[in-house]
């Protein structure tokens, strides 16, 4: 049996259009419902599903990355604008959306291993932790912790309509759900990196607006985590140390900048500070250029 | 917590985390060497006298799959149950080859493609994730693939052996299994590379067919194999 079938496959497959149409069929048929025919459509079908998950979760990790950015951009209006608590609270709104979406991230990984989807979901993760840890320290100047950030991120069930969406039918109506995100420490470690170059950021905005303080605070701050990250050195994985080159970047732009206000600060008056500082961040830039 | 309080503990997570990679690469090492004298084994049936004494090879090898056992028993004590992705790396290649391992002794002995089943059944793991150390479903595939190299090798050497039927049987069966990977949607990935290359296997076998077709080798074979079975 076995030889007839392979002249049978190799006919098909060199000549497609030989005459012998009827017995190719045959042969195809008896081909469809073999055992190893039967075991390749179970794989179709769980290859599929697994591929879908995963595009449905690189999906949702795109959306929160978007909205986590936009968030952070929103949060930098607090150096200029005079209504800081209205700001935060609008921050707050905007990253319980992003929670929402992260929830969902959660209902997809529900009963899987998180791990094997990671890939899909790292980035998106990482721009919330940059998100949610800038907030925090602008609301307490002080860095948040993973734990903190995973408490955040325990859902409970609520009675809105998405859900019953999102939720296959019969475990939903059973008992009420919990769903639950953990950041792992390298995607929590890598969004803290990207958090300084925000802080860095705040840091030359402010100098900007005649705000002499904050630019002290964050420099302290920034040292502090960058001997966090010395500390870790080479122990975590190769991204992390990739980070703390740019980390050094920014830490010394921010001393620089608090050089700058120390040396000059008492000898020009105020209002010209800011036009000071420019050109001074602008040589900065130049030297980053070169390096 | 202080900043610095912060990044100590995480730095005892990430060491703690090293370490268990450094077990899970010490066993791994010795599952390679397994392996290696499986493939050892094996190989010996391309050799023109290996033909006759392939079920004692057979036998060796399934001998062998029993240390493979015992290592990958203690592989799955490495490591929390639960993060059997995180550390997937480390064994997916030698996973894979043991795959293909387990595969061809089954092709040799019974001529049917091992089910997934079975794979797990011999080496001792589990066929679905939800309980414990389980094979993935790629890593099976990619096995089933490299299975199909070597067969299109087999069919060369066993026709330089004298043995004019097998490759009429290799053909059906890698024929058998291209019309299956067909069905799959491959992603772009290391599995889909792979599969790339089973056109060419399938082109070997055919090409072994042909030649015997046209010196009238294979009609002998046909019937002599139809009569086997």
Not at chain 1, 40 to 52: A, C, G, I, R, V
Not at chain 1, 206 to 235: A, K, M
Not at chain 2, 136 to 150: F, K, M, N, R
Request: charged share 30%; aromatic share 8%; hydrophobic share 35%.
């Amino acid at each position: 049996m076995s030889g007839k079938e392979g002249t049978g496959g190799f006919r098909k497959r060199k000549h497609d259009n030989f005459p012998h149409g009827n017995r190719r069929e045959e042969n195809d048929n008896c081909n469809s419902s073999s055992a190893v025919i039967l075991s390749f459509k179970s794989f179709q079908l769980e290859l599929d599903t697994k591929h879908d998950k995963y595009e449905r979760l690189v999906k949702l990790s795109r959306d929160i990355t978007i909205e986590s950015k936009r968030t952070i951009f929103f949060l930098h209006r607090i150096t200029s604008a005079p209504n800081g608590e209205e700001i935060l609270m609008e921050s707050e709104t905007k990253l319980d959306f992003v929670r929402q979406k992260i929830k969902q991230v959660a209902q997809e990984l529900m009963g899987e291993d998180m791990y094997q989807f990671h890939r899909a979901i790292s980035p998106g993760l990482q721009e919330y932790v940059e998100a949610v840890s800038f907030q925090y320290f602008i609301k307490t100047r002080s860095l948040i912790s993973i734990e903190e950030i995973n408490k955040q991120l325990i859902f409970a069930e609520d009675n809105k309509e998405e859900e019953t969406k999102v939720l296959s039918s019969d475990s939903h109506n059973k008992q009420p759900h919990i769903w639950s995100l953990k950041v792992t420490p390298v995607d929590y470690l890598l969004g803290v990196a990207d958090l300084t170059g925000e802080l860095m950021r705040m840091c030359i905005n402010s100098v900007g607006n005649g705000d002499i303080d904050t630019p002290f605070e964050l420099s302290q701050f920034l040292r502090q985590i960058y001997d966090g990250f010395s500390y870790i050195g080479n122990t975590g994985p190769y991204e992390v140390s990739k980070k703390l080159y740019t980390l050094k970047q920014s830490l010394a732009k921010v001393e620089n900048a608090c050089y700058t206000l120390k040396v000059r600060g008492s000898e020009i008056p105020k209002h010209m500070l800011a036009d000071v500082f420019s050109t001074k961040t602008e040589i900065i830039d130049q030297e980053d250029g070169l390096s | 917590m202080s900043v610095s309080e912060m990044f100590i503990t995480l730095q005892g997570v990430l060491t703690a985390d090293q370490d268990i990679r450094e077990e899970i690469r010490k066993v791994v090492q010795t599952l390679e060497q397994t392996a290696r004298e499986i493939l050892t084994v094996l190989q010996g049936v391309h050799q023109g006298s290996g033909f006759q004494d392939i079920p004692k090879k057979c036998q060796k090898a399934r001998e062998h799959f029993a240390t493979v056992r015992t290592q990958l028993a203690s592989l799955k004590v490495k490591f929390p149950v639960d993060q059997y992705y995180r550390f997937h790396e480390h064994w997916r290649f030698v996973l894979q080859r043991l795959v293909f391992l387990a595969a061809f002794v089954v092709y040799l002995e019974t001529e049917n493609l091992v089910t997934r089943e079975a794979v797990t059944e011999i080496l001792g793991i589990e066929a679905e994730r939800e309980r414990g150390f389980h094979l993935d479903i790629e890593d099976y595939l990619s096995g089933v693939l490299t299975l199909a190299s070597e067969l299109s090798r087999l069919a060369v050497n066993s026709v330089t052996a004298g043995d004019y039927s097998r490759p009429l049987r290799i053909s059906a069966f890698i024929n058998e299994l291209d019309s299956g990977f067909r069905l799959l949607n491959l992603k772009n990935d290391s599995l889909r590379k792979r599969y790339d290359g089973l056109k060419y296997d399938v082109k070997k076998i055919e090409e072994v067919v042909y030649d015997l077709s046209i010196r009238g080798l294979n009609k002998e074979a046909t019937t002599g194999a139809g009569g086997e079975k």
